[in-house]
């Protein structure tokens, strides 16, 4: 048993079984380019789970009907100053203004603070996406209140363009329950949009390449990323905001000569040149509404297609220009207003200026499951048929006999009054005054984080 075992050669045979190496151990296996670190994903997690608190979609469901309410004592005290009832409208509004000022005031730390932990977060996360935690009972909770808010949304905004448009009783809907509705659905709105937008961001993706460099049995080898204090560093902590880490398209960035310009703009001129923008889009929106019914019709497709091009152009330089994103939500609402008003504009004024009055006879309805009843109507003098129908019909039967406003071209839809422009006027307002806020808020915003960053005199 002890005699020792000699080769072919007469060498000897090392023992078996081996013997083991004295020391540490060393890597078992290839280093795993996917492992995150356990402090990353502990602090990612406790970053998202501040975002997505029930406590803090309490606090913001709080905070708007806190807003409605505060918005439906100053309507009342509207109401009450057009009745002559002074004392209550004044009580109205002694009592809504310090709320408003109150509200706002705790929405601004609410937002604050909610920032903070979603700018911490999203660089966190774009070095170690697969550090992001599922929490799919908050991201649950979240979504679905967020999608009644959408659901009141829908149920104001139709409530009040029904009132608007079609009122009780015969009679045209009273003003300022027509505002409470829409305010209270562009409340709702503003609230529902950001709480499904944060369900749905910062979720583990299904797939993650490999980092550069990386093969089986090889380390993972990290892509050099850029000095924070040098240029691009400091570019990119501008855009730390943004899903992506690349720098957005814009389209000065075609012309490296409108790029340096741009960057080296102070406040107050990119101020004003924002705005002189801003308002050249909102009078291609009104062009749109005017200049048609002079000439063709159809020119205000392309009319508003060109405006709704500039809006976007516009909006692409504000995002590179480095604004957050949550003044983008806003800006696309006033660009759908100011559409609407271009598009609304046109068919009221078309009508005001060519519209005669004539009996019509109702020839059929439609009432589809989507979308309020329109009527197919006859003029009785001439016996013809007009292409365009008559919406809001719904009490009306087939043969019913009533006045018209129509369009002698049958190119605009007829009308029971005479339109009163009050509707392209209110959206026009409301959404060119959107854009406008927006629009400086946003510059405003990009230039002093620019120049927190030494990004001025740069290109932009």
Not at 364 to 383: F, I, N, Y
């Amino acid at each position: 048993m002890n005699e020792r075992t000699s080769g072919r050669d007469g060498d000897e045979l090392p023992p078996w079984p081996p013997r083991l190496p004295v020391g540490p151990a060393g890597p078992a296996g290839p280093a795993d380019p996917y492992a995150v670190p356990p402090e990353t994903a502990a602090r990612a997690e406790l970053l998202l789970g501040r975002l997505l608190s029930p406590l803090r979609l309490l606090g913001h469901m709080t905070l708007a009907v806190g807003f409605g309410l505060i918005s439906a004592a100053f309507f009342s005290s509207v109401e009450f100053s057009a009745d002559g009832e002074t004392d209550e409208a004044r009580t109205g509004l002694l009592v809504g203004l310090p709320a408003l000022a109150v509200a706002t005031w705790l929405l601004t730390l609410l937002l604050r603070s909610g920032h903070r932990a979603a700018a911490e977060l999203a660089p966190l996360l774009r070095a170690a996406p697969l550090a992001a935690p599922s929490m799919p009972g908050r991201r649950l909770l979240f979504g679905a209140v967020s999608g009644a808010g959408l659901l009141f949304t829908l149920v104001c905004l139709g409530a009040g363009a029904r009132e608007a448009l079609v009122g009780s009783d015969d009679e045209r809907g009273n003003g300022p329950v027509v505002a409470a509705l829409l305010v209270w659905g562009l409340l709702a709105l503003a609230w529902s949009v950001p709480g499904l937008v944060r369900a749905l961001r910062h979720r583990r993706p299904r797939w993650v390449p490999p980092p550069v460099g990386w093969a089986p049995g090889q380390p993972p080898v990290e892509s050099a990323s850029p000095p924070p204090d040098s240029p691009e560093g400091r570019r990119r902590q501008l855009y730390a905001n943004y899903r992506s880490a690349a720098e957005p398209w814009a389209l000065s960035r075609l012309s490296a000569r409108a790029s340096r310009w741009i960057g080296g703009l102070s406040r107050w001129r990119a101020l004003l040149l924002s705005a002189l923008l801003c308002l050249v889009g909102c009078g291609l929106a009104l062009l749109a509404a005017v200049l048609p019914r002079r000439s063709n019709d159809f020119l205000v497709w392309p009319l508003l297609a060109l405006a709704a091009c500039f809006l976007v152009l516009l909006l692409l330089e504000i995002v590179h220009y480095g604004s957050r994103v949550g003044f983008l939500t806003l800006f696309v609402l006033g660009g759908i207003c100011v559409a609407i008003m271009g598009w609304q504009g046109h068919q009221e004024l078309a009508l005001r200026e060519r519209g005669e009055w004539a009996t019509a006879e109702i020839v059929s309805k439609r009432s589809p499951a989507r979308g309020g009843t329109t009527c197919e109507v006859r003029l009785v003098d001439d016996g013809r048929t007009l292409s365009q129908r008559l919406a809001s019909c719904e009490r009306e039967g087939v043969g019913d006999r009533l006045p018209l406003f129509y369009d002698p071209r049958d190119r605009v839809a007829p009308a029971r009054d005479v339109p009163t422009l009050a509707l392209p006027a209110g959206f026009g307002g409301v959404g060119g005054s959107l854009l406008l806020i927006t629009t400086l808020a946003s510059v405003n915003d990009g230039h002093t984080r620019r120049r927190r960053l030494d990004l001025i005199g740069q290109a932009a």
